[in-house]
């Protein structure tokens, strides 16, 4: 790593919080995706399906 | 799970139609996501090891200039996004469109998320560069706002179960709080502000050497590509979440018959 000065903590802490929050977004992104896939999975398992939503203009 | 449309409904639509029906979108989008995410990954090694390994100190600045590389790329994509966001609000109130406040629905968390990273940054660079973590100027007092505006669209859609319902009153609000964009943009040219004016998107050129360019470029770009990535995936998953909805309802309906 390159030395970065005398205000090195700032640089630091601003790559960390920036990482921190881009992995807590994406993780969350991720887990939500998840969940939802995982549920309908489960209920089209059980038999229940869309009654149209393949019919044009439905809105969802 | 995923219910493209039948032939005859497809040859009737337009290929706008059709690749925005919640079907198609279901199927193209799939072969999008990853060379979309690879792209961003390698962007993002690309970049910081420009930003790290390959640019030099800001004569004036010093070191502290390699927290542009991570604050503009935030900053523009919160104002990109609340953008998407207003078109995607005019595809609700004017075309109706089914995927139009999906996509509002599912940008608001990022534009929050990119607004909130571009405030933490510029906060770090401020202090050690102009002696202030914040000054309640234009610029920095404008994008506190915006934040403000995505959390409070982010509770609207969250305070009504009706989603139809609430993408018509979020694509009004949406809208009308459009016109903090430009006060953001030109928040630096009309008030007298600790922020500094525009510096790549000029008329004459960007104001700084390639060494320092060339990293805030790739690392713009790869959080714009990360934005598409978490956007369509948002976007998928919400269409997942109203289907669930919807079966659940069939499901408690059908049980209800049968009692």
Known sequence: MIALGPHAAYIIAAYLGVTLITAGIIIWTLADAGRQTSRLAELEA????????AKRGKRI | MESPLDTETAKKMTWFDRIAHPGQFLMWSRYVLLPLAVGSALLFVLGLWFAFFNSPPDYQMGDTVRIMYIHVPNAWLSQ???????????????????????????????????????????ALWGRPTWGTFWEWDGRMTSTLILLLMYLGLIALWRAFDD????????????????????????????????????????????TMPPEILTPLLVMSLAFT????????????????RRRVKSLERKRALEGAKTS
């Open chain 1, 46 to 53: 059980m038999g229940v399906r869309r009654r149209s939503a």
């Open chain 2, 80 to 122: 990109f996004v609340y953008a998407l966001m207003a078109v995607s609000a005019i595809g609700t109130l004017v075309w109706r469109h089914p995927m139009a406040d999906v996509s509002m629905k599912a940008a608001a968390p990022l534009g929050a998320a990119f607004t909130a990273m571009a405030l933490f940054t510029g």
């Open chain 2, 163 to 206: 989603q139809l319902r609430a993408a018509k009153i979020v694509a009004v609000l949406t809208l009308v709080g459009a016109i903090n964009i430009p006060v953001i943009k030109f928040s630096v040219d009309w008030w007298n502000t600790l922020h500094q004016p525009a510096s790549v998107f000029r008329a004459d050129g960007p």
């Open chain 2, 225 to 240: 590509f990360l934005f598409g990535v978490l956007h369509i995936v948002r976007m998928r998953t919400e269409i997942f």
